[in-house]
């Protein structure tokens, strides 16, 4: 059954750099046919878009986090990640990772499957 | 503040329909036929609903529509059941800079 499964600390401290990987089980995430993306839902506010990877290394980033954000993908493993830099208190969150498609005719804009998410909380 | 603007609450009760509606601008919902409907269960996956307006992904029952005036989104649940309580999100397309935009979520509540 496909999955998704984010991990990583659940605590990070002001100015340091928030990691959590994404494992993708029952499908490789090779496939020609997905982006795979990062989302955040701050406690009591609506969903936000990150990034996005493809396999081939091709990243789509949201441009309010732009420079502080890098996505990469590891095909050996089957994983990808993200990185945040010099958070604070405004990056606590629920961190998703989930998947987009790509058609032919281009990237699609809606995210059919989901991971449970993991809670990251910046605090000193 | 969210980008798209939905309703915090709506509610029905078991067999009613319910329509939440979903307000953007030109630049996202109202320029693309890309909006999308998450329903959302607290600590469960995001489940995907509603894409391209009106098209249901396998397995999500007809009771789940979607449609688009202008730059107002609406999904509609007709037949309401209590599984069908829950968080759901609208997202949008907003162009080959911003991407993908999302609501704040409204709370669906079966009488």
């Known amino acids: 059954q496909l999955q998704l499964q984010e991990s990583g600390p659940g605590l990070v401290k002001p100015s340091e750099t928030l990691s959590l990987t994404c494992s993708v089980s029952?499908?490789?995430?090779?496939?020609?046919?997905?982006?795979w993306a990062w989302l955040r839902q701050p406690p009591g506010k609506g969903l936000e878009w990150i990034g996005s990877?493809?396999?081939?290394?091709?990243?789509y980033y949201n441009p309010s986090l732009k420079s502080r954000v890098t996505i990469s993908v590891d095909t050996s493993m089957n994983q990808f990640s993200l990185k945040l830099s010099s958070v604070t208190a405004a990056d606590t969150a629920v961190y998703y990772c989930?998947?987009?498609?790509?058609?032919?005719?281009?990237?699609?804009?809606?995210?059919?499957?989901w991971g449970r998410g993991t809670l990251v909380t910046v605090s000193s | 503040q969210s980008a798209l603007t939905q309703p915090p609450s709506a509610s029905g009760s078991p067999g009613q329909s319910v329509t939440i509606s979903c307000t953007g601008t030109?630049?996202?919902?109202?320029?693309?036929?890309?909006v999308s409907w998450y329903q959302h269960h607290p600590g469960k996956a995001p489940k995907l609903m509603i894409y391209?307006?009106?098209k249901r992904p396998s397995g999500v029952p007809d009771r789940f529509s979607g449609s688009k005036s202008g730059n107002t989104a609406s999904l509609t649940v007709s037949g309401l059941q209590a599984e069908d309580e829950g968080d759901y999100y609208c997202?949008?397309?907003?162009?080959?800079?911003?991407?993908?935009?999302f609501g704040g979520g409204t709370k669906l509540t079966v009488l």
């Open positions: 989930a998947r987009h498609p790509l058609h032919h005719y281009g990237v699609q804009w809606y995210f059919d499957l």
């Open positions: 029952g499908d490789s995430i090779s496939s020609s046919s997905y982006y």
């Open positions: 990877i493809y396999y081939s290394g091709r990243t």
């Open positions: 030109s630049s996202d919902v109202g320029g693309y036929n890309f």
């Open positions: 391209e307006v009106i």
């Open positions: 997202s949008s397309y907003a162009g080959s800079n911003t991407y993908v935009v």
